[in-house]
């Protein structure tokens, strides 16, 4: 069936290193897709997010790319800190102009080493 | 700012109780969503809201009943818990983007526990 979902469940990584966390979706339709932040406790913050027509997005320390040939999606994290320990999710917006009707991945733990 | 704020945080129900999760958003949002979470899974879609006045099923409404009252607040009703229902619940509501996708905002979870 279709879905959203990640490679690894956990990550762990040493601080200042760079993280990458990986995302398969597996609707060709898809044109919208977020990546999330949860920490222990708290609800999903938004990191980040891309378009389909895009192959690639940076924020501040984040990239997000997008290889739809293979319906992949990726986060790099650079210099990882401790405070980006936390769980990250992708999620995948597949109703035109109706969001909201995210599909979630599983998520992946990162964990940063001191 | 407020953003989305859910009541309550943590609950504990006996099986066949019944209760209201409420929330209210303060950013005008037209858009507003219930999500559950459990452990080792993504957020999972229960109800959402569009706009004031509509609501339409999610992933997983069994179980569920929402009510839009207005444009700031949207609750979900558990009218008779089960254990299954046991998890964490999330509030959101989203602005428009663009063309595709909307930005989802979250509170910050209410932890339900059906005993």
């Known amino acids: 069936g279709e879905s959203v979902g990640l490679h690894l469940p956990t990550l762990s990584v040493q601080e200042g290193d760079n993280s990458i966390i990986n995302c398969a979706y597996s609707n060709s339709a898809s044109d919208y897709f977020i990546w999330y932040k949860q920490e222990s406790g708290k609800g999903p913050q938004f990191i980040i997010d891309i378009r389909s027509n895009m192959d690639k997005r940076q924020g501040q320390r984040v990239t997000v790319l997008l290889n739809k040939t293979v319906k992949h999606l990726s986060l790099q994290i650079a210099a990882t800190q401790p405070g980006d320990s936390a769980v990250y999710f992708c999620a995948e917006n597949r109703v035109r102009n109706q969001g909201g009707k995210l599909i979630f991945g599983q998520g992946t733990e990162l964990s940063v080493k001191p | 700012n407020a953003g989305v704020t859910q009541t309550p945080k943590f609950q504990v129900l006996k099986t066949g109780q019944s209760m209201t999760l409420q929330c209210a958003q303060d950013m005008n949002h037209n858009s507003m969503y219930w999500y559950r979470q459990d452990p080792g899974m993504g957020l999972r879609l229960i109800y959402y809201s569009a706009s004031e006045g509509t609501t339409d099923k999610g992933e997983v409404p069994n179980g569920y009943n929402v009510s839009r009252l207005n444009k700031r607040e949207f609750s979900l009703r558990l009218e008779s818990a089960a254990p299954s229902q046991t998890s964490v619940y999330f509030c959101?509501?989203?602005?428009?983007?663009?063309?595709?996708?909307?930005?989802?905002?979250f509170g910050e979870g209410s932890w339900l526990t059906v005993v």
């Open positions: 959101a509501s989203s602005t428009p983007r663009g063309p595709s996708g909307n930005t989802i905002y």
